[in-house]
């Protein structure tokens, strides 16, 4: 379940089955990126995906995308924290931490 954060309210939140319809599917950050996804969630975003549905990942939901199979090959950028646990779990996603940042992290 999806809780947002105070004082940024989310609407409209719909139930897994409604990814098999969207024409945008996000992908949202993630508390523990290192703890597999639910299954069904991986297969629901890879039939968004086979039916060229628009994916958007935000910050860790690299790791949920990367996880469904659909950045095989692809440049994304997570949050810099997780960069090299992302390149580590999924070497055959092109990781560009720097894509989205002015300065060094650190």
Same mark, same amino acid.
């Given at each position: 379940m999806?809780?947002p954060?105070?004082g940024?309210?989310?609407?409209?939140i719909?139930?897994?089955?409604a990814v098999?319809?969207?024409g945008?599917?996000?992908v949202p950050?993630?508390p523990?990126?290192?703890?597999?996804?639910?299954?069904?969630v991986?297969d /629901?975003? %890879?039939?968004a +995906?086979?039916?060229?549905?628009?994916?958007?990942?935000?910050?860790?939901?690299t $790791? =949920? @995308?990367a /996880?469904a %199979?659909?950045? +095989?090959?692809r440049?994304?950028?997570t949050?810099?924290?997780?960069a090299?646990? $992302? =390149? @580590?779990?999924?070497?055959?996603?092109?990781?560009?931490p720097?894509?989205?940042?002015?300065?060094?992290?650190?």
């Amino acid at each position: 379940m999806f809780r947002p954060t105070p004082g940024h309210p989310l609407s409209g939140i719909a139930e897994l089955d409604a990814v098999d319809r969207a024409g945008t599917v996000i992908v949202p950050n993630r508390p523990d990126p290192e703890t597999e996804p639910d299954s069904a969630v991986l297969d /629901a975003i %890879g039939r968004a +995906d086979a039916r060229g549905a628009r994916l958007v990942s935000f910050c860790t939901g690299t $790791f =949920t @995308a990367a /996880a469904a %199979g659909v950045l +095989d090959g692809r440049r994304v950028t997570t949050h810099w924290r997780w960069a090299d646990a $992302f =390149t @580590a779990r999924h070497p055959q996603v092109h990781l560009d931490p720097m894509c989205c940042s002015s300065t060094t992290p650190g």
